[in-house]
């Protein structure tokens, strides 16, 4: 098989991690061990969005029912859900995010997923980045992660925030934040 790396970018609001949801469930659905790194949202919130999308019942509907119907939905739901780790440590290095890859790839993980690189820690200044600009530092991050898919044979999908734009605006590859090299 072969390994890749997938960006995508997008306003506030447009439903990236909704997007990242329903490929978790659907690759769970498949029984791919999935690695979700989300520096965004807490466990609790995904894992209320994970079980929303498997049992297919609303956040309130799942708090406020407990007949019998759900309850199946929720036991398979948990069920599917055995294929999926997630980690919310904020603002993670570069060299962290690799050892959870290593970790994980270890444990079989096939997809690595990134909410969002904006909450990476880059390390502007230290070691290897003193004297770079932010953009030349993000960009070697970047070829960093793609290394670390090849390395450990696993898939990375990666988030990031777009600039903010008139809404009619085509986004382009430079309003990603902090650096068109994302």
Partial sequence: RSVSQSRYGAVKKAGKTKLLINTIRSLAKQKVPTLMLSMEMGTEAITAELLSRFTEESNNSLKSKLGKEVETKFRYAVNDMKS??????????????????????????????????????????????????????????????????????????????LANRAENDVPKVSDLKDSGCI
């Fill in 84 to 161: 999926i780790t997630i980690d919310t440590q904020s603002f993670l290095s570069v060299a962290q995010i690799r050892n959870k890859i290593r970790a994980a790839s270890q444990r079989g993980i096939k997809v690595v997923m990134i909410d969002y690189i904006q909450r990476m820690n880059f390390e502007y200044g230290a070691g290897n980045n003193k004297g770079r600009n932010d953009a030349s530092v993000i960009a070697s991050a970047m070829a960093r992660l793609a290394d670390f898919a090849r390395e450990y044979d696993v898939a990375v999908i990666m988030l990031s925030q």
